[in-house]
């Protein structure tokens, strides 16, 4: 038995996180906060990393404006105004999109390079340090290095990511996530569950990923049928808790087919990333009875579900509720193939085959 891991982010959890940890946040004297249009305001997260970064007398300054799905264009002017205000460090605060848009700022004002060049992971300088305040339980973006962009000029998503862009801190309230609307923690939760789901089929999975994996998706089982009832008022600690086991897991394995033939869903049709994972998971789950059966077999034991009926669970309570342009699908098919995590997953990914799989999910 051989495998390595490696997990730098420092983890605080608990509700008053950001106000009992305000001593985490002495990284520099001027921190640049990355938030979405809202979110950081009407959770209450804003304002608690303002009032602790006031209490060890850090200078801030705040961009309120991080859209679903951030652009890397955007992401580059954002980073140019964290340079303009000598940034020592950028606190993300949001959910994936706001944390995902903080690692890319980090790198961007530390460099001044061609959004192109995010996506090689090497660069002159150092990345800024890292802090993520998530405000939904669903990417784990604040356990791993990885940020998902935005790519209008490819029409697609890419990623970017490596030791140096995971978090140096975590902070992780889910009072933060009481009040999200009920389709948003739905969607998200359906992002955690893939990320657990996933991390177990990955062939880089190990037995240490395994051990995260299996946990979080025997706890996930416990509370599927609350979430389907709508009933989830009493899991928002525990959602935000299979949400960290999520994202420390897809650290190391990433993610694979399910999420990269989900990708053009959300950019093609707007469908939340965590929809789009469950509107094509039948199909993924038929791809992993026929071309890995035996790590499909491991996931649903550790669930305690068939392939039957965690196919029933999704299409009951996550229709499709879009036709799509057919036409689409060889593009769909060929951006699909491009991803890192088409190529984790140990099954066809040549265009003609993904292409019938999108077929497949539209029938």
């Known amino acids: 038995m051989e495998f390595g891991f490696h997990f730098p982010t420092s983890i605080r959890f608990g509700r008053g996180a950001v106000r009992s940890n305000s001593a985490a946040l002495r990284l520099g004297k001027r921190a640049f906060i990355v938030t979405g249009r809202h979110s950081g305001r009407a959770s209450g997260a804003l304002a608690d990393v303002i009032a602790a970064l006031s209490h ?14 951030p652009d890397v264009e955007q992401c580059r002017v954002i980073g140019a105004q964290a340079r303009a205000f000598r940034a020592d460090f950028v606190i993300g605060i949001g959910g994936g999109s706001p944390l995902d848009a903080a690692k890319a700022v980090a790198v961007f004002a530390a460099n001044d390079i061609p959004a192109e060049e995010l996506f090689t992971n090497v660069y002159e300088n150092a990345v800024l340090p890292i802090v993520a305040v998530p405000t939904t339980s669903g990417t784990g973006s604040e356990a791993t290095p990885w940020s998902v962009m935005t790519w209008h000029s490819l029409k697609t998503k890419r990623s970017f990511g490596g030791l140096k862009t995971y978090p140096r801190i975590a902070l992780l309230d ?97 469908t939340p990333h965590g929809l789009a994972n469950a509107f094509v998971m039948p199909v993924y789950l038929e791809e992993l009875a026929a071309f890995r059966p035996e790590r499909l077999s491991a996931a649903l034991d550790a669930l305690g579900m068939t392939q039957a009926e965690l196919t029933a669970y999704v299409q009951r309570n996550f229709p499709i509720d879009f036709v799509p342009d057919r036409t689409m699908f060889p593009l769909w098919a060929e951006q699909t193939a491009a991803q890192g995590g088409a190529r984790n997953t140990g099954t066809p990914i040549d265009a003609p085959h993904l292409e019938a799989l999108y077929e497949r999910i539209f029938q």
């Open 174 to 270: 889910p009072t933060y996530t009481d009040n999200l609307p009920l389709a948003i923690t739905r969607s998200t939760a359906m992002d955690a569950f893939t990320h657990c789901f996933e991390s177990i089929i990955s062939v880089k999975a190990s037995p240490l990923t395994d051990s995260f994996s299996f946990y979080a998706l025997s706890r996930f089982a416990k509370l599927m049928p609350q979430l389907a009832l709508g009933d989830v008022a009493s899991l928002r600690d525990e959602l935000m808790f299979l949400s960290l086991l999520g994202g420390v897991a897809i650290s190391h394995t990433g993610t694979t087919l399910m999420h990269s033939i989900a990708y053009p869903l959300t950019y093609f049709h707007g």
């Open 56 to 69: 060890e007398k850090i200078e801030c300054s705040v961009f309120e404006g991080v859209g679903n799905n």
